[in-house]
C-alpha cells in the first residue's frame, strides 16, 4: 500500500439486531483483469449513527484521516511518504488504522470531571501522534494525542481508567478530551507515584 497515493475508503455497515454501525477499512486493489477489486478489513470500533440505514455505506478517507494516519506513523518507524510500501497484515499498521477509526468515528467524552489536580512539574511541546499519559483523580493513564488546539488535547486512551474499587470507569480506545494541563511526558504513566514525578 502506498500510504502517500492509495486511496483508502471506510465502509459502515449496521451491526446486526444492533443500533451500532462497525467500520471496516477497504484497500482497492486491482486483480489481473485490471478492474478494481476492495479488500475489507474490520476495524474493531462501532458507533451510533444519526440515521439508520440498511446498506453499507462507504466514505473516502479525509485529508484529516491522512495526515493522522501518516502522523502515528511517523512515530512509530521512519519512512519517506513520497514511496512508502506497507503490509496492511501488519499487526502495527492494523493499530495505526484502528486509532485513526476511532478518532474519525467516535464522538470525543468531555474528561474535565476525572482530570487529576494540576501540580507543578516539567513539561513537553505536545505534538499529534505523541504518547502521553493523562492526569487523572485515578491516577495517571497511558493515552495517544489524536487532535490538538489551544487548549484541549483528543486523546485515544490506551489503559482503562478505573476508580478505588476496581470499577471501570472509561474503557481502553475511549475517545476523550482533556485540558491539555492534564497531559504530562509519557513516563508519568510508568507506574511511579506523583510523589516522585514533581
Not at 491516577?139 to 483528543?154: K, P, R
Amino acid at each position: 500500500m502506498n500510504a502517500a497515493m492509495q486511496t483508502l475508503y471506510w465502509r459502515v455497515a449496521n451491526e446486526k439486531n444492533t443500533e451500532l454501525d462497525a467500520v471496516s477499512v477497504l484497500m482497492p486493489q486491482e486483480d489481473a483483469g485490471s478492474s478494481q477489486v476492495a479488500l475489507e478489513y474490520p476495524v474493531d470500533v462501532s458507533f451510533k449513527p444519526s440515521k439508520q440505514h440498511s446498506n453499507p455505506i462507504d466514505l473516502r478517507w479525509s485529508e484529516e484521516d491522512v495526515e493522522l494516519f501518516l502522523a502515528l506513523l511517523n512515530k512509530v518507524m521512519d519512512f519517506d511518504q513520497r514511496n512508502i510500501e506497507l503490509d496492511i497484515e501488519d499487526k502495527t499498521i492494523q493499530g495505526i488504522i484502528h486509532l485513526v477509526a476511532t478518532a474519525r468515528f467516535q464522538t470525543p467524552y468531555p474528561a474535565d470531571e476525572i482530570e487529576g489536580e494540576d501540580f507543578i512539574t516539567y513539561r513537553r511541546e505536545l505534538d499529534v501522534g505523541d504518547l502521553v499519559a493523562l492526569n487523572t483523580h485515578y491516577g495517571f493513564v497511558s493515552a495517544v494525542i489524536v487532535d490538538l488546539d489551544s487548549i484541549d488535547a483528543t486523546c485515544i486512551l490506551l489503559d482503562e481508567v478505573v476508580d478505588e474499587n476496581d470499577e471501570v470507569l472509561l474503557p481502553g480506545y475511549q475517545l476523550l478530551m482533556m485540558n491539555r494541563s492534564a497531559v504530562l511526558p509519557a513516563e508519568f504513566g510508568d507506574e511511579v507515584e506523583p510523589e516522585v514525578l514533581h
